[in-house]
């Protein structure tokens, strides 16, 4: 069955760096879209990031447009998102997802996503 599994969570402070990395198995990689999404403590499930099949459609949230990047590798199985100029209200539980149905106009909605991990905290200090 397939098998997400992020890593590359960790305390930072406000303005740093962090790079997540998702490693998928039990799937074909290139069959699927990809996500972030992160769930803060009391909040609903929001996305974050998402690529297309191909690799050729990118869409951020609105909260990260410009200071996150989302990124795959078919080779490796691999998903990143790469986080920058992080603020304390990007702490939250980071979760990759893989899901059928991308959309051109917003990229990817929690409730198409079929396969989950188990997230990666982050957390940010002011």
């Known amino acids: 069955q397939a098998q997400l599994v992020e890593s590359g969570g960790g305390l930072v402070q406000a303005g740093d760096s962090l790079r997540l990395s998702c490693v998928a198995s039990?799937?074909?990689?290139?069959?699927?879209?990809w996500g972030w999404f992160r769930q803060a403590p009391g909040k609903e499930r929001e996305f974050v990031a998402g690529?297309?099949?191909?690799?050729?459609?990118?869409h951020y949230g609105d909260s990260v447009t410009g200071r996150f990047l989302i990124s795959k590798d078919n080779a490796k199985n691999m998903v990143y998102l790469q986080m920058n100029s992080l603020k304390p209200e990007d702490t939250a539980d980071y979760y990759c997802g893989a899901g059928r149905i991308y959309s051109l106009g917003y990229g990817l909605s929690a409730q198409d996503i079929e396969h989950w991990g188990q997230g990666t905290q982050v957390t940010v200090s002011s």
């Open positions: 039990g799937l074909t990689f290139s069959n699927w879209a």
């Open positions: 690529v297309s099949y191909t690799g050729g459609n990118k």
